[in-house]
T-cell receptor
Framework: QKEVEQNSGPLSVPEGAIASLNCTYS??????FFWYRQYSGKSPELIMF????GDKEDGRFTAQLNKASQYVSLLIRDSQPSDSATYLC???????????????FGKGTLLTVNP | DTGVSQDPRHKITKRGQNVTFRCDPI?????LYWYRQTLGQGPEFLTY????????KSRLLSDRFSAERPKGSFSTLEIQRTEQGDSAMYLC?????????????FGPGTRLTVL
């Protein structure tokens, strides 16, 4: 069974610090990796996606992918109280018929940014 | 508003009743997905449409569940003879699949409570 593992947290950081969120996945054939932010009672919001090894930066967010180690991370620089949410790591593996489409999610990491 | 929309946002029903949810994807997206999320878990894949064709159903989707996407536009998810275990957030997502890229955007979800 294909799995995505995340520390459930909570991860607590002070305002202005760097928050580091980590994720490992079991399906070595996975090609697409996503980070979603989910506020309590709301639906997941796509904040980052990465397809190639290395780093991808978008504003205060940096996604890092290491396919050899089957590891993906999300760094949030200058963390703000509004970043407090659950962060979901998701991976697309290979679906039936060779078509990639199905997101497999981790359980999420709860991040709290303290003012 | 050009995002994914879902209706209703909340549904309370009694055990044994049938319920139907609707999802309107982002207009140019060719793929539509249904996921289910329970408290403390990441979303779990239920089913997927490429245009109007339903290409996979998860084992989570018992024969009480049926989904349609007539004419490749909006989709409906029906649950017959609801059970208390069906209580969850039902999430719809859509994507534009192109060159192995498949960023999925979620709607606000329908929260189902079965009494």
């Amino acid at each position: 069974q294909k799995e995505v593992e995340q520390n459930s947290g909570p991860l607590s950081v002070p305002e202005g610090a760097i928050a580091s969120l980590n994720c490992t996945y079991s399906d070595r054939g996975s090609q697409s990796f996503f980070w979603y932010r989910q506020y309590s009672g709301k639906s997941p919001e796509l904040i980052m996606f990465i397809y190639s090894n290395g780093d991808k930066e978008d504003g205060r967010f940096t996604a890092q992918l290491n396919k050899a180690s089957q590891y993906v991370s999300l760094l949030i620089r200058d963390s703000q109280p509004s970043d407090s949410a659950t962060y979901l790591c998701a991976v697309i593996g290979e679906g039936s018929g060779g078509s990639n489409y199905k997101l497999t999610f981790g359980k999420g990491t709860l991040l709290t940014v303290n003012p | 508003d050009t995002g994914v929309s879902q209706d209703p946002r909340h549904k309370i029903t009694k055990r044994g009743q049938n319920v139907t949810f609707r999802c309107d994807p982002i207009s140019e997206h060719n793929r539509l997905y249904w996921y289910r999320q329970t408290l403390g878990q990441g979303p779990e894949f239920l089913t997927y449409f490429q245009n109007e064709a339903q290409l996979e159903k998860s084992r989570l989707l018992s024969d009480r569940f049926s989904a349609e996407r007539p004419k490749g536009s909006f989709s409906t998810l029906e649950i017959q003879r609801t059970e208390q275990g069906d209580s969850a957030m039902y999430l719809c997502a859509s994507s534009l699949h192109w060159r192995s890229r498949d960023e999925q955007f979620f709607g606000p979800g329908t929260r189902l409570t079965v009494l």
